[in-house]
């Protein structure tokens, strides 16, 4: 398993943008399949988006497509999700996971139960 920590959250204005990072120590990084999740005060954690071990490929939930991007820097062992448009439903504590095993690339929306490793999380506020 990896170990990860998030960051780059803060507060925004509606419309703007934000790049979430998500570190992750070891030399397994780039043998594992990254998903980014969010969840709100008093709901459950939301898929946002996967992306496969070289990064040639990703996979997004219908609520963030063509506003989020997730990529990777495997020599970084950095995973990012860029957010742009921001929108008040946005606000929600954005958690970065790591596949649950190796060389495995979970799509079409998984559940948290497909990743097995978890950062802290960090808080992102839009305002209007």
């Known amino acids: 398993q990896v170990q990860l920590v998030e960051s780059g959250g803060g507060l925004v204005q509606a419309g703007g943008s934000l790049r979430l990072s998500c570190a992750a120590s070891g030399r397994t990084f780039s043998r594992y399949a990254m998903g980014w999740f969010r969840q709100a005060p008093g709901k459950e954690r939301e898929f946002i988006g996967t992306i496969n071990l070289s990064g040639s490929s990703t996979y997004y939930a219908d609520s963030v497509k063509g506003r989020f991007t997730i990529s990777r820097d495997n020599a970084k062992n950095t995973v990012y999700l860029q957010m742009n448009s921001l929108k008040l439903e946005d606000t929600a504590v954005y958690y970065c996971?790591?596949?649950?095993?190796?060389?495995?690339?979970?799509?079409?929306?998984?559940?948290?139960?497909?990743?097995?490793?978890w950062g802290q999380g960090t808080q992102v506020t839009v305002s209007s």
């Open positions: 996971a790591a596949a649950r095993r190796t060389y495995y690339y979970p799509t079409y929306e998984p559940g948290p139960e497909a990743f097995g490793s």
